[in-house]
């Protein structure tokens, strides 16, 4: 690519060129590198539509890996009337990725694929370090699009075998049958079924939890995924108090994690926090313990996991001359 290119990446190109165990990998060293204070990651901001039934939110963040540094930003929406007004993914997303030595944008990427394997890859650390480590059975609780990466992250980091899919829509179940029915042992279940297993991600925009305490096994671990924003909540709070409850950043989860209600009504405070994923990452804290019962990860989704994965997605396309490559950038006006 010439000097001062900017590569365009379109969906199939950020597939192609993001390796799950490697977006996993990536994952990691940014909530490493968000814990040891080499990262800024400033407040996710909104806007708001209702008139529209959606919105808008930016997502710019910069970290220093031990042998790499990045900076980005990850233009994204929520709009749950798309699929069937617009035939569009209720999440879309741009990401901006750019050299933080000179600020060209090396890549204007596909954000949405970008969202759904980051996602993924976060729920899989959050499970390395909180699940037990003979995980076989794997319980998910919504069959959307997020639903995906969370099998085929999950499965990297343990020995998933059996998995038990929930949803209202049995068309989405179906098709998330079809899509894994060859490489695991993976069939429709109710949301108890699904709660029983040794791993539960839960992937839902419910704003009344659907999964409560006595759902859940002894020590099944739970990667709360669906909520990003005020108002949602997947997971009782019965289950929330009696757990080890690990968050992805303080700020974030208490005002649109899945605690964020809860928080709000005094159900919660500090002292119900075990802590967050990155100080389990750099061994400030133990991760699962024998004594530990049942875990749930709150993640409420990261700017510094969009740049890390879009590291990733970024250095294999510029490698295989992946993309459409243009000038975005006249280096003739300085």
């Known amino acids: 690519m010439a000097e001062h290119e900017t590569l365009l990446l379109n969906p199939q190109d950020v597939t192609d060129n993001a390796k799950m165990g490697e977006v996993i990998r990536a994952v990691e060293d940014a909530f490493a590198a968000y814990e040891r204070g080499d990262a800024q990651m400033p407040a996710k901001s909104y806007i708001d539509l209702p008139q529209y039934n959606g919105d808008f939110r930016s997502m710019p963040a910069y970290l220093e890996a031990e042998d790499w540094d990045a900076a980005g930003i990850k233009w994204v929406n929520v709009h749950p009337d798309n699929p069937e007004d617009y035939d569009l993914p209720t999440v879309l997303g741009t990401m901006v990725y750019s050299d933080p030595r000179n600020a060209v944008p090396l890549a204007i990427m596909d954000g949405t694929t970008l969202t759904r394997l980051r996602t993924g890859a976060a729920a899989a650390v959050a499970t390395k370090h909180l699940a037990v480590e003979d995980a076989t059975s794997l319980g998910i609780v919504g069959a959307g699009v997020q639903s995906y990466t969370q099998l085929e992250g999950i499965s990297q980091v343990r020995p998933i075998e059996e998995v038990v899919v929930s949803d209202v829509s049995e068309r989405a179940v179906a098709k998330f049958i079809d899509r894994f029915e060859d490489e695991f042992d993976v069939r429709a279940g109710s949301i108890d079924e699904a709660a029983s297993c040794d791993v539960l991600s839960t992937v839902t ?115 295989k001359g992946n993309g459409y490559p243009f000038q975005l950038v006249d280096s003739r006006l300085r």
């Open 205 to 319: 925009p419910v704003e009344e939890p659907i999964v409560s305490r006595e759902m859940v096994g002894e020590h099944t671990h739970v990667n709360a995924m669906g909520a990003d924003a005020e108002g949602k909540h997947e997971l009782a709070d019965e289950l929330l108090l009696a757990a080890k409850l690990v968050i992805d950043d303080y700020t974030q989860t208490t005002h649109s994690g899945e605690i964020n209600v809860p928080w709000a009504a005094g159900v919660l405070d500090d002292e119900d926090i075990y802590g967050e994923l990155g100080q389990i990452v750099v061994g400030e804290r133990p991760g699962r313990e024998a004594a530990d019962g049942v875990t749930v990860f709150d993640s409420t989704g990261l700017a510094i996991q969009d740049v890390a994965a879009a590291h990733v997605v970024y250095e294999h396309a510029e490698e």
